[in-house]
């Protein structure tokens, strides 16, 4: 069992991914799993912006690390937009020691709806 929560909502602008719980070796894959369903799922064409909403999330590590630069590449390859929304030290710390926070758009709330 895991204790990681993965939920999506698909707007006109944006797939919302809000994830919930701790991101590590034994819940990545999970995180892998649902956002491969969202993305999957999204209707056709896809929005244009994916929202990963960490706010949540009270561990990162390495391999969660790995796993958001992966989707930052497919959703470049795609056309689309990854924005991370993070405001708490369980994530914005590990992105900031390996310099991430400075390859990704990081921001404190999920945007409203354009």
Known sequence: MT????????RPDALVVTVTGEIDAGTVIHLRD?????RAGAPV?????VVLDLQ????LDSGGLA??????????????DLT???TNRGVLRPLELTGL?????ITGAVPPTA
């Open 3 to 10: 204790n990681l929560k993965v939920e999506w909502a698909y």
């Open 45 to 49: 064409p896809p929005p244009r912006a």
């Open 84 to 86: 991370l929304v993070a």
């Open 101 to 105: 926070d400075r390859v990704f758009t």
């Open 34 to 38: 649902g956002l491969d369903a969202a």
């Open 67 to 80: 796993l958001l630069v992966e989707v930052s590449r497919e959703c470049a390859a795609a056309g689309q």
């Open 56 to 59: 949540q999330v009270g561990f």
